[in-house]
Structures are given as C-alpha cells and as structure tokens.
C-alpha cells in the first residue's frame, strides 16, 4: 500500500513541477477536448471576459442558485454568490451556511442522498475497473466508516480577483470577486484514504480525480464536461475528506449535497461538489481546471505557465462595507478576520491611516491550520473626511501579505493588503 508523505508541503512542489512537464510534453492522459483546442477557447474567453477598468454592477438575480440570496449578504455575481464581509459581524467562528458564499460553474444540481451512489475506479485500483465496474459506494456505506471532523476554510482560487483591476491598474478575466468568495465551516464525513483503500487501491496509483454531477461545463460552444481535477495521491491520502455534513447538519444542495469533497487550504476548485466518482489512475490525468484555468500565466511566469494551484495564500479583510462612515471623535472597534493556506495566521497589524502607521490588532482566535483568525482594534478618527483602513496579516509559515500581488493574467490568489476606503463625518 502507498505511504502517506510525511512531508505534505514537499510532494505537492514535486508533483508540481512533474505534472508541468508531462503537460508540456503531451504525456498526460486527456479527454473530450485537445489541449490546442482548450488553448484556443481560453485566449477567445480570456479577451472576451478581461474585467473592465470600472466594475460592471452585478446580475440582480440568480436562477442557478436554491437558498435565498437577500441583498444584504450577498452581491451575486451570474452563477456565484459573493458574501458580503458586513454580514458576518457578529456570526462566530464558522460562517453560517445560510451566509456561505456559492461557487458554480453551471447550476445547482437537487440530487437526493437516497438514489445516490460514488463510483470508485480506475486503472490505479485492483483489476483496473473501467468506470461500468465501479466499486460503489452509497451515502450509508460512507456513514459507517470511521468519521472525521474538521474546521476549514474553502476559497475560490479567484477571490479578491477585483483588486488586480481596480487596486493595481491590471486587466484580468474572470469573475470580480472583491474578498467575499471564503467561508470556515465544520464539515464532518470520512477520510478519501479510507474510501480508496477499501475501493483495493494499488502501488501503481498516481493520480487520484474527483468528477462532479453538476452540469457539463459549455464554453466557446464546446463541452469541456463535468467539473473535474486530479489530486496527487499524496494528498489524498493525506487530509482530504469526503463530507456529508456541514456545520452539523447534512450538506445543503448549493454546498455540495449529498457528498463533496474537501481539500482543506487547497484552492477550492480542487475540493469538487456533488462528486459522483472518483478515478484513481497508474498515469497523470490531464483536466483543464488543472491545466489551464487554474495555472498562472503573465510575464513573471514560463510560457507554458505556473505548475497547478495548490494551496491558497494569504488574505485579510473586514467586517466592513467599502465607504462605511464613521463620526469624528466616535470610539469603534474595527474587526475582521485573515486566513491562509501555508498556515495558521501569528499576527495581524491594521493602518487607520493609509499605512502611514500600523498597529497590532488582538487575536480573538488561536492560530489555526485550514481556518481564519478573527482579530479587533479600536479606532476613535479625529477628523471628517475620507481614510482608508489596511490589514496586514503574518502566517506561521512567515509569509506577509505584500503590498502588490504578483499580476497573472486570470487573476488569480491576490495576496496584496487591500485599501478599504471609509469615510469620517
């Protein structure tokens, strides 16, 4: 049986930079689409989605959603849902589902526990069952196996896209998250190393791809299919979990429902919702969500891009709406939470003045792995006019936010300290 990594933070550089060259090479194993084709409709997206200089208001409504998206928690965004930081004063540690931000590639699939069943295969497993001779596995088999439950983060590998634009001056596609696409949970289900192993997983498994249930995905009028992105076996064996619960109750339909999986401080496109089945291949899988939407390509990257994005960095952000006002000679608390995917977060300095000066904020949570901190200074602004508010957040890893992310062109894991305008009256 293969051993899990002791070194977690190692293998994924080493898989990293072994799956950029078999890419490069055109020895990954594909499917449905050519990787000239894919190119081709990205560079054709890419120029038709390039975020405009001004943010375009967002979509007033959403048909591919199932909760309520009311006003004041949520900005939608077409098929997404942004949570907005202000709702969340005042929630608690884990984020509420009914406040949870929503990713969707398409639309919300309704998919009943009951009839639903996880197809476990792939020539990494014992007799090299095609998808047809699946091991199966169904909601029960899965709540009897020994439970795990863990606090985590998941974020979209585009949030705070917007401030490449609007902070930076840069033009990348995409959806315009500000910060809003986070949210902590506590998700409950079973180890992916428990599943694999009783699915007879082999010496030979190398790559290990979760599918999802929801709707192919269409762009450029070709089908790239349903949602898909390998794991190396490393981390699946590691500390990925297939949930069925979240936040002690079963998993909302928006969220994932019956069973997602999860990738705690992965980009939260590798943690694939409504997973339907699972191939554990001997070869590398070619996916375009780990090939080319979610690589980094710009000047400050090789031509043929970034390795796939692992781990998410790091962020801060309050609990504030941008241009909240505040009275002159007042005394307030400012609050807000940072989080990162290296580690947990030491210290977080906040600037009332434009980052003149800077001062510690008090932690209100013990650093974590996979989850936020939640952090208040008080603030009494002397003078009316306009300020702008800046946290800066330092992780146990020792990473700092910068003061400019790295620009690629999709806009993705903006790090820098974001510039949150408010105004004294």
Not at 156 to 182: D, P
Not at 305 to 329: D, H, N, V, W, Y
Request: with cysteine; proline share 8%; net charge neutral.
């Amino acid at each position: 049986m293969p051993r899990v990594s002791q070194t977690p933070r190692g293998e994924e550089t080493s898989y990293d930079r072994e799956r950029l060259g078999q890419w490069l090479a055109g020895q990954a194993r594909a499917e449905g689409i050519s990787r000239r084709r894919l190119l081709a409709l990205l560079a054709a997206a890419s120029a038709a989605t390039a975020l405009p200089p001004v943010p375009r208001a967002a979509a007033a409504t959403s048909t591919t959603i199932v909760k309520p998206l009311p006003d004041e928690w949520f900005t939608v965004r077409g098929t997404n849902a942004e949570t907005k930081w202000e709702s969340l004063h005042g929630t608690g540690y884990h984020t509420p589902v009914d406040h949870f931000f929503v990713r969707n590639h398409t639309s919300t699939p309704v998919i009943e526990g009951a009839g639903w069943r996880l197809k476990v295969w792939g020539s990494g497993l014992r007799g090299a069952p095609g998808i047809d001779q699946a091991v199966e596995f169904g909601l029960d088999d899965l709540r009897a196996l020994p439970p795990v439950t863990h606090s985590a983060f998941v974020e979209c590998a585009g949030n705070g896209r917007n401030f490449y634009t609007t902070q930076q001056g840069q033009t990348v596609s995409g959806t315009a998250w500000t910060l809003g696409a986070v949210g902590v949970a506590r998700w409950r289900g079973v180890r992916l190393s428990q599943v694999l192993r009783a699915a007879g997983l082999t010496r030979d498994a190398m790559d290990v791809m979760p599918r999802g249930l929801d709707d192919e995905y269409v762009t450029g009028g070709v089908s790239l299919g349903h949602v898909r992105r390998p794991l190396p076996l490393a981390k699946a064996l590691d500390d990925v979990i297939l949930a069925y619960e979240m936040n002690g109750e079963p998993l909302p339909y928006d969220h994932g429902h019956p069973v997602r999986v999860l990738v705690p401080s992965w980009a939260g496109i590798a943690s694939i919702k409504w997973v339907g089945d699972i191939e554990v291949s001997a070869e590398p899988l070619y996916s375009p969500w780990n090939t080319d939407f979610y690589r980094l390509f710009g000047p400050a990257y090789p031509d043929g891009g970034s390795p796939p994005l692992t781990r998410q960095t790091i962020k801060s952000a309050f609990e504030l709406p941008s241009g909240a006002a505040f009275t002159a000679g007042g005394t307030y608390h400012l609050r807000g939470r940072s989080w990162s995917g290296a580690g947990g977060i030491r210290d977080v300095q906040v600037s009332t003045d434009g980052g003149a000066t800077w001062r510690p904020a008090g932690r209100l949570d013990v650093p974590r792995r996979d989850g936020w901190v939640r952090w208040s200074v008080p603030w009494r602004p002397s003078a009316p006019g306009p300020a702008e508010l800046l946290a800066r957040a330092t992780d146990t890893a020792g990473r700092t936010q910068p003061d400019q992310a790295v620009y690629n062109t999709q806009g993705y894991l903006f790090d820098a300290v974001v510039r949150h305008p408010v105004t004294v009256v």
